[in-house]
């Protein structure tokens, strides 16, 4: 093989967007959301680590400094409401019975 | 026949995340992701309200390998009186599922049937159960009002967003689009027996096929859509085409065919007959 | 009405399972419930499962469990930005039963265990997740309530194994001392590759596999990273300290990225298409993270008890899962035959944990996880190691070789590590995994 040759192609052309990441997982929605956010709280939070920490990237920040949340493509993790370091902002259970992520090969 | 008047949910047992190998088109099927669509969850949520509505014991029945009783466990958590298996294959044509349902359900005031098929196709085994029952047939429903017993007014889409409603009178098959109704939750006492519902094993004693003059010779294998890709954004012409062609990246290793060269070759057409190179 | 058993076990995984399992062959009538449509599928991990606690449980287990490949190569990685050094082993031994360690997708596992559970007797059921617990006047657990229509089920004992996050262990107030820096998150990425491909590039054949642990790939974050081999897949992650992600204001999925961009991994990683995406928080306090173990009518087990190990030399969490689960179960009987279920009565749980594997390698491990998660062993001691290595490994000539003693005063110079930190956390290394 040529030596010279930059790169090899796919290590850093995989054209996987956020959105391909997240659609490899099967997650059964349910139709409640197990995931509240008081975005009034969230106004007076600076940090916002939930934006960044989650692993599905659940969490958006808003213009007007809040938090829009989605409930949707949760592992269920726990690591949202670990981080979150304003007490009553996040409201996390887990969804109904038979619904949310299934994994099968982790 | 007999047989009291009762609703029947003929429910399909089907993979909701089956894996498809780009390259091959070969099926890979997993029985943890199979169940019942969402379809044929709303076909038994509307069996269990005419059940309730016109005061008749409820059936469930599926076609398909052992695996697919899962379906009737999901059906025994609402204490249905019945639970019929029929020994099918997974991938038995609509036709062969029906001549198979049908000798079963010939006392069913209505079949309730999902509309939905496993290969994207129209979902015809309600049609074909309809016929051999010599039944009525309402398909691809959107709401249904049951009336007195035996009569139900149902609604359904037609093209250019038009609607049609209908009335239909038992004997009847139906089959529902997946927002016709959202499956109650079973109770924890009907779960707990559930595992311990006796389910009947039916033969497949296949109704008498009709005089068909559209016989299936064959089916191709399924070839996935191709996939839109973001253009690579190296700066250099040859890193682009390499990235487009793949070039110099790891591929699937060459399988050396070791054989007489017959079979080696048999092997080949085989091979190539199987991606969908020839034929 | 509410339906009744002896033990109600909440959730099916390895914990639960085991659970269930010796409750339900001692002839108790055990209802095993699990949230998700199978047990396993909600459940990741950082990939090695050590099966020998199944020994006494399930007697040649090694013919059934569906693993996919079992370990036979065992690696630790030290890596800076550019740099790495590994030190492996390989051992034959490991590829016959009784083996070590294997591989598995936790879909595959846990719905086996829960299987044998199942078997044995206990009533499994699925799609069910338990919301709380039933109390009486005195707080005493009497069961649990369940998001079924006439859901509750009552139960001289109910065995937590919940899980990580467990909503019934905090219910019932047993965490006294509940922090984020208990904490971590795993997040993984599981990619395809060729069986032929894989085995090529990672040099196995037949069933071997190979697992490596890797210290420093994260970003400056206070964690590690992990590769392994399954059958035709790989699967590369991170491990996080939760307060270190939290403050670093990176994304997981980005570290894991630069891992596998790093010179030492991108050959491992190359052309493999992701599968699956996951991610989990883990119990990383040990014993300073512990619940209390027991209360009036009511046992912990598993990552619920913060039984698991994810920083160190071991990586262990299934097993004491499993191992703690059984002790529970033995419990239950004992207790139930007893007559008495309150939280004195119960305290044989905890001695038998101590008496066990399970406890005595928490206590033993008890500061693993400050030292491994501390600067020094994240960033400092890898820059160090692999740039000695470097120097005893580049040949200098016509310069003659400065020799090991130089190269570490130099190393620790350029690097200004204090010799009395070096000694500190040596003898604290020392005393933790000696």
Redesign the interface.
């Known amino acids: 093989m040529n030596q010279d040759v930059a790169p090899l192609p796919g290590s850093h052309y995989d054209g996987l967007s956020f959105e391909d990441r997240m659609a490899t997982v099967e997650f059964r929605v349910a139709a409640r959301p197990h995931i509240t956010v008081d975005s009034d709280v969230c106004r007076s939070c600076t940090t916002k680590a939930c934006v960044h920490a989650c692993p599905a990237q659940l969490f958006v920040p808003t213009s007007d400094g809040g938090v829009l949340f989605n409930y949707e493509q949760c592992f269920e993790c726990g690591t949202c409401y670990m981080v979150c370091n304003t007490e009553g902002a996040l409201t996390w259970s887990y969804p109904e019975g038979g619904h949310g992520v299934v994994f099968r090969r982790s | 026949m007999g047989v009291p008047r009762y609703i029947a949910a003929a429910l399909k047992w089907v993979d909701l995340r089956p894996e498809v190998d780009p390259l091959a088109g070969t099926v890979r099927h997993d029985t943890r992701t199979s169940g019942l669509s969402l379809a044929d969850a709303a076909a038994l949520e509307w069996a269990l309200r005419l059940g309730e509505s016109w005061q008749l014991p409820v059936a469930a029945i599926t076609a398909g390998p052992p695996e697919a009783r899962a379906v009737l466990r999901d059906a025994a958590g609402f204490g249905p009186t019945r639970l019929v298996h029929v020994a099918a294959d997974r991938d038995a044509p609509s036709d062969a599922i029906a001549r198979a349902l049908a000798p079963l359900l010939a006392g069913a005031a209505v079949v309730c049937c999902g509309d939905y098929s496993a290969d994207r196709g129209s979902g015809s085994v309600p049609a074909f159960l309809a016929h051999h029952l010599q039944a009525a047939q309402a398909l691809g429903l959107t709401s249904l009002a049951p009336e007195h017993p035996g009569s139900l007014v149902a609604q359904r889409r037609l093209d250019g967003g038009r609607r049609e409603r209908l009335q239909v009178s038992a004997p009847a098959v139906i089959s529902v689009e997946p927002g016709a109704a959202q499956l109650r939750r079973a109770p924890l006492s009907g779960l707990l027996a559930a595992g311990r519902a006796a389910v009947e094993t039916a033969a497949a004693d296949q109704a008498p096929e009709y005089g068909s003059r559209v016989h299936l010779l064959r089916t191709t294998s399924y070839r996935p859509r191709p996939k839109v890709l973001a253009p690579p954004r190296d700066q250099l012409p040859r890193a682009r085409l390499l990235a487009l062609t793949g070039a110099l990246s790891e591929r699937m290793p060459p399988r050396v065919v070791r054989a007489a060269p017959e079979q080696a070759a048999d092997q080949l057409i085989g091979y190539l007959t199987d991606n969908g190179y020839l034929g | 009405?509410a339906?009744s058993a002896d033990v109600v076990v909440a959730g099916a995984g390895p914990a639960g399972a085991a659970a269930a399992l010796v409750a339900a062959r001692a002839g108790l009538r055990v209802?095993l419930v699990e949230?998700?449509?199978?047990p396993?599928?909600?459940?990741?991990?950082g990939g090695v499962i050590y099966p020998r606690v199944l020994d006494t449980l399930l007697p040649r287990w090694w013919e059934e469990v569906p693993v996919q490949r079992w370990v036979t190569r065992r690696a630790t990685m030290v890596m800076t930005g550019t740099k790495a050094l590994t030190v492996e082993f390989r051992g034959e031994d490991w590829d016959a039963p009784p083996y070590n360690g294997a591989t598995a997708?936790?879909?595959d596992f846990d719905?086996w265990l829960a299987g044998k559970a199942a078997d044995a007797g206990a009533?499994?059921?699925?799609?069910?997740?338990v919301?709380g617990l039933l109390r009486d006047g005195t707080g005493r657990v009497t069961g649990v309530r369940?998001?079924?229509?006439?859901?509750?089920?009552r139960a001289s004992l109910v065995i937590a194994g919940d899980g990580?996050?467990s909503?019934l262990a905090k219910e019932a107030g047993l965490y006294e001392d509940w922090s984020?820096t208990h904490?971590t998150?795993g997040?993984?990425e599981?990619l395809a590759l060729?069986r032929?491909?894989l085995e090529?590039r990672f040099n196995l054949t037949g069933d071997e596999g190979l697992d490596i642990e890797i210290l420093g790939g994260t970003q400056g974050i206070p964690g590690g990273g992990f590769l392994y081999t399954?059958l035709d897949?790989i699967?590369v992650g991170v491990v996080l300290s939760?307060?270190g992600?939290?403050?670093s204001?990176?994304?997981?999925?980005d570290i894991i990225a630069a891992l596998k961009?790093h010179p030492a991994i991108?050959p491992l990683v190359?052309?493999g298409e992701?599968?699956?995406?996951?991610?989990?928080?883990i119990p990383e306090g040990g014993m300073d993270g512990m619940p209390h173990l027991a209360a009036d009518g009511m046992l912990v087990a598993g990552d619920a008890a913060h039984l698991c190990l994810a920083s160190g030399i071991w990586l262990e969490g299934v097993n004491f899962a499993i191992g703690s689960g059984a002790l529970a179960g033995e419990t239950a009987i004992e207790a139930i035959g007893s007559g008495d279920t309150s939280a004195a009565a119960l305290s044989g749980y905890r001695r038998r944990l101590e008496n066990s594997f399970v406890l005595a390698n928490h206590r033993k491990l008890r500061g693993a996880h400050k030292l491994i998660l501390g600067k020094r062993a994240q960033t400092v001691y890898p820059e160090l190691a692999c740039g000695i290595a470097q120097r005893v490994f580049t040949v200098t000539d016509p310069q003659p070789k400065a020799g090991l003693r130089r190269w570490v005063h130099d190393e620790r110079k350029r690097g200004g590590v204090r010799l009395r930190d070096i000694v500190k956390d040596g003898w604290v290394g020392w005393r933790t995994f000696g």
Do not use: Q, W
């Open positions: 009405m339906e209802v949230r998700g449509p199978f396993g599928s909600k459940n990741m991990y997708y936790r879909a719905s009533e499994l059921v699925c799609s069910t997740t919301t369940t998001d079924r229509p006439d859901g509750d089920i990580v996050n909503f984020v904490f998150v997040v993984k599981v060729p032929e491909v090529d399954n897949t699967a939760l307060a992600l939290r403050d204001g990176k994304r997981p999925e961009d991108a190359r052309g992701l599968k699956e995406y996951s991610a989990h928080t």
